[in-house]
Every structure is written in C-alpha cells, then in structure tokens.
C-alpha cells in the first residue's frame, strides 16, 4: 500500500465523518470517489475539493443496493484506473429498548449498516485482488464493541461489520490488502438529528464526545499506516478491555453513564 492512497471511495461522503475524511484525504492528494444519496451535498464536496486543487468523483448511489455499490466502483476505475481505498462509512442510528424497535426499523438498520458494507466490501474485493493491493475501512462505532442501554439495534448493526472485518482480515493475512476497522465515540455530525427523526423521539448521549475532523485524521494515519483496529478517541480502548475483564461490572458502569431513557416528542 502506498504511503498516500491515490483512490479513495467512501460512502456516506456527504455529511459528518465521511464528509471530514474525503476533506482531510484530498487535501493528502487522494483522489476521492464520494458517494451518498443526496446529490447536491455531494456536488458541494466536489465543488470544494476541486476548488483546492483536488480531484472528486460524486456518485449519488444507495448502499442497499448492489448494482449500486457495483457501479460505485466500476466509476471509480473508470474515472481513475484503479481503487485503494473502500471506506465503508454509511450508517445511521435508531434509540430505543429492544421491544421499543419496530421490526421494519431494525431491517432497515441492518440493511443499511450491515448489508450496505457487505455489498460496498463485496464490489472492491475483486478489484484489490486484482491489483494485489487495497485497503478496506469499515467505520463501526465503539457500541460496536461494548453495548449501551438504548442502543441495542444500532449496535448489533456494529459488531456485525465488525465481525464481518475481522473474518475478512484473518482471510487476507500475508497479502498487501488490509482491512482497519474503526471505533469512534460519539461524534459531532448529523447522527444525532437523523437518529432522533428515525426514532421518533430525542436521546441524551453522555460521555466523550469528539469533532468528525479528529476521527478524519485518525482514519488518515491508519490509512498511512495499516492497523487492525482504530479508536479515534483513546480512552474508549480502556472500555473494552475493561469489558474483556469484567462484563457484569461493565453493564452496570455503563447503565449508570450510558444514555438516558428516550425523551417523548
Ligand atoms: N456520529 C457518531 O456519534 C458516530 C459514532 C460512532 C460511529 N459512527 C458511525 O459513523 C458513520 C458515519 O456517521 P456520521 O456520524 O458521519 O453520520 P451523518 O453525519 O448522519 O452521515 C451519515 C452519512 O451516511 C449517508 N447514508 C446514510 N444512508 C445511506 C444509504 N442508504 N446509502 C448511501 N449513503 C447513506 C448519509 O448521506 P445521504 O443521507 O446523503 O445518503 C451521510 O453522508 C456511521 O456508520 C455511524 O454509525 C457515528
């Protein structure tokens, strides 16, 4: 893997963490393939990349879909000879206690977290295999890692690409394609308001919030640096090996710290 990725895909490019990384990147030098649903923020980032000398591809395209993941990156090699990076990012977050979650939101949940990083990883695999070189960038979410009260959906969601990330890398082990999955804690982006609309209702998040440009720059050195695992706020590593140690303290640690009950409309 080059030390300065020259093709980047990320999904879920125009708002918040994917938004942040496509910036930090293309100011790298990558050449960014943008991808998300609404075309004008995605026209935006372009706009902006391509004002400060940078080179941006926006494809408005749906992660649920496959031929649209499959179009994703047949744009991105026509337009750019070749794929260095898929950064699956796209996801959003429903609140509620796990009998509180309507079953159509937990499929839509699934199917946009999960299936969408399947069908995304699904179409760059062949093409890294192809070029002896890639890098996958799976964007879980430290619920991934260690659930919270409220967020039992959501973070089901998060350990499933994690789990598929982690079987993937143990696949590619000896090879030049890495796959990094990363851990950020609550972040400063659109995830909250969009999760209060596909909830019907506000929640509270407490503990460690951080910007969408640190977890940006975080995503920059693992990309420069191909690791396993990134936790964009360091402190959260202490979570999970306190879990690893300890389960049955850690429910109650984070049922006192965790989020709040859900607040009605
Ligand atoms: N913010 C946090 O506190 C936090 C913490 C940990 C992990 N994360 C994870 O970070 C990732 C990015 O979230 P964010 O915080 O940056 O939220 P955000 O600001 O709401 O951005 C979400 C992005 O995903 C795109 N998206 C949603 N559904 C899509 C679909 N079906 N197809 C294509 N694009 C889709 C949205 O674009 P369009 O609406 O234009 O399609 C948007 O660009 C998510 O996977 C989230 O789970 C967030």
Do not use: W
């Not at 950064?87 to 299936?115: E, H, S, T």
């Not at 999760?195 to 019907?200: D, K, L, P, V």
Request: aromatic letters at 6%; hydrophobic letters at 50%; charged letters at 20%.
């Amino acid at each position: 893997m080059p030390a300065l990725p020259r093709v980047v895909v990320i999904t879920g490019a125009s708002a918040g963490i994917g938004r942040a990384t496509a910036l930090r990147l293309a100011r790298d030098g990558a050449a960014i393939v943008a991808c998300a649903r609404r075309r004008d923020r995605l026209d935006a980032l372009a706009a902006e990349i391509a004002a400060a000398g940078g080179r941006a591809l926006p494809v408005v395209a749906d992660v649920t879909c496959e031929n649209d993941m499959e179009r994703l990156v047949a744009g991105a090699i026509a337009r750019f000879g070749r794929l260095d990076v898929m950064m699956c990012n796209a996801g959003f977050g429903i609140a509620g206690a796990i009998d509180d979650v309507p079953p159509l939101q937990m499929r839509k949940l699934v199917d946009v977290n999960y299936v969408g990083t399947y069908y995304a990883v699904r179409a760059a695999l062949p093409i890294f295999r192809r070029q002896g070189q890639g890098h996958v960038i799976v964007i879980s979410s430290i619920v991934g890692k260690r659930g919270v009260p409220y967020m039992g959906a959501y973070a089901a969601t998060k350990f499933a690409q994690a789990g598929l990330a982690e079987c993937l890398r143990s696949e590619l082990v000896g090879s030049d394609i890495h796959v990094t999955v990363v851990f950020p804690v609550s972040t400063e982006t659109e995830f909250a308001g969009v999760m209060a609309r596909e909830s019907g209702k506000a929640t509270e998040a407490r503990g460690p919030r951080q910007h969408a440009g640190a977890v940006a720059d975080a995503i920059a050195r693992a990309i420069a640096r191909p690791v396993p695992e990134v936790y964009p706020y360091r402190k959260a590593r202490g979570l999970v090996l306190l879990n690893a140690i300890a389960p049955g303290f850690c429910d109650r640690f984070v049922n006192k710290f965790g989020r709040k009950p859900l607040v009605g409309p």
